[in-house]
């Protein structure tokens, strides 16, 4: 049989969404097997540099993409794997967000091909294919490994215990706050979560925490004991002060406890605009400096600095101003919203859409009297989602939203509303959304972001 070739990491995403994909909402059953199985195939490429590895309901993106920039800046060749990717697959892989070669992914994909192309899944522990998520987490620890990396900064995609990352024996863990979410997979309550989150928390490596309820912080100090693995809460590990956010970021003073030069207090800034970025600054130097001992505060600076990722608050410099937020849980929306109501006081314009799973009636009561107009419509055609529904919890009955189903129609509506009234513009409830309107800027239909 001749032998598949990719020339694009394009085409490598079309023949791994052949596979089965939780992100759709398709089903499988999650276990680690068939991941351990294929990475000894593949001489366990995960296992080549150390990595930091990081879980949680909110935030895990934004504290990741600062750890990969800290340690790229402190002098290491970080990889960076994180989900989903809001334009190009490759997102996923990329070195401390920076885009990685093409070659390199296409010659990691060339490695995993032969372990699955035209196998049945008799071929595999427990008679089931691998899935897209499976596959493209192998892609990303062999082109890491190819890339010589000396770290990596590696996402949870979903929970911790089962997903599909939670191969790696990572030098220190991340956990940023934890929230109900994706209960049909993690359990109905706060405490099933976090123990489905607390999964990848190693025995003997510390673990760095962000602030937590109490019925989730109970779990994470247990699963700490048992382990023998150092916690560190970050509001006890480091002194926190915001100073202030604006259009171009966050800034914040902190200091780390402990030895180093990062005890004493330095102001940090980074350009993702959030109250809790603060925080998660906090998080990625502790995280840091578990593998930089001496990390000097002139390079955790630089790093945070350059650390940014798509569709998290993300400002486009348009007339007027529209704000990209991939929020979609009831306290991410509530961030997001104290945010676009520090920086956009007066009167806006709401764009939101949400997956099927998500709870969009708690959203609604908690965004709906902000705006003057709010437009309703589908995340794309990638999750199943219910638009109708979506707007009857906006109070489309009531005249309080208007409905258009198709996605690039209502990006188009919603920004003309806006521009007509001279009002910012919040698009928000589903990175799949922020990805319509991404692409849309791209080609060209909403203007340049801020330099």
């Not at 929230?179 to 109905?188: A, F, I, K, M, R």
């Not at 920086?343 to 314009?349: I, K, Q, S, T, V």
Request: glycine residues 8%; hydrophobic residues 40%; proline residues 6%.
């Amino acid at each position: 049989m001749e032998t598949r070739q990719f020339r694009t990491t394009d085409e490598v995403f079309e023949y791994l969404l052949g596979f089965v994909n939780v992100e759709k909402g398709q089903k499988t059953e999650f276990k680690l097997d068939r991941m351990r199985e294929l990475s000894q195939a593949l001489g366990r490429p995960e296992g080549a540099y150390p990595s930091i590895h990081v879980a949680g309901s909110k935030g895990k993106g934004s504290v990741s993409v600062m750890t990969a920039r800290i340690l790229e800046a402190a002098g290491r060749k970080c990889g960076l794997y994180t989900s989903p990717h809001l334009l190009r697959w490759k997102e996923r892989i990329s070195l401390a967000g920076s885009e990685m070669d093409e070659d390199l992914i296409l010659q990691a994909m060339a490695e995993v091909l032969p372990l699955v192309d035209g196998l049945g899944p008799e071929a595999f522990h427990g008679g089931e294919l691998p899935t897209y998520f499976e596959l493209t987490t192998l892609v990303g620890f062999l082109a890491f490994r190819l890339a010589h990396c000396d770290a990596a900064v590696i996402e949870t995609g979903l929970g911790g215990r089962l997903d599909s990352t939670n191969i790696v024996d990572s030098a220190a863990t991340i956990i940023t706050p934890i929230e109900l979410e994706h209960t049909e997979w993690l359990g109905d309550s706060l405490a099933k979560i976090a123990f489905e989150k607390a999964g990848i928390i190693k025995p003997g490596r510390p673990c760095f925490l962000a602030s937590q309820k109490p019925e989730a912080l109970e779990v994470f100090e247990r699963a700490c004991r048992e382990r023998q693995s150092p916690l560190f809460p970050v509001a006890e590990a480091a002194h926190i002060e915001l100073l202030g956010l604006d259009r171009r970021g966050t800034e914040a003073r902190i200091a780390l406890q402990g030895p180093g030069p990062l005890s004493e207090a330095q102001v940090y800034r980074s350009p993702m605009v959030a109250t809790v970025q603060a925080e998660n600054m906090a998080l990625a130097l502790l995280a840091a400096r578990a593998l930089v001992p001496d990390l000097d505060p002139a390079a955790a600076k630089a790093g945070l600095a350059r650390a940014s990722l798509p569709a998290r608050f993300q400002i486009l410099a348009t007339e007027p101003p529209i704000v990209l937020d991939g929020a979609h849980t009831p306290n991410s929306i509530r961030i997001c919203l104290e945010s676009f109501n520090s920086l956009f006081p007066g009167p806006a314009d709401l764009l939101f859409a949400c997956a099927h799973d998500k709870h969009h009636a708690q959203m609604a009561e908690i965004l709906k009297d902000r705006f003057q107009e709010v437009t309703i419509t589908r995340p794309g055609r990638f999750k199943p989602s219910e638009p109708e529904a979506v707007a009857e919890s906006f109070g489309l009955r009531e005249g309080r939203c208007r409905l258009i189903d198709d996605t690039a129609e209502a990006l188009a509506q919603a920004r003309e509303t806006a521009r007509a009234g001279s009002r910012p513009l919040l698009v928000a409830g589903s990175f799949y959304l922020c990805s319509e309107a991404a692409s849309a800027w791209e080609s060209g239909l909403v203007a340049r972001p801020l330099p």
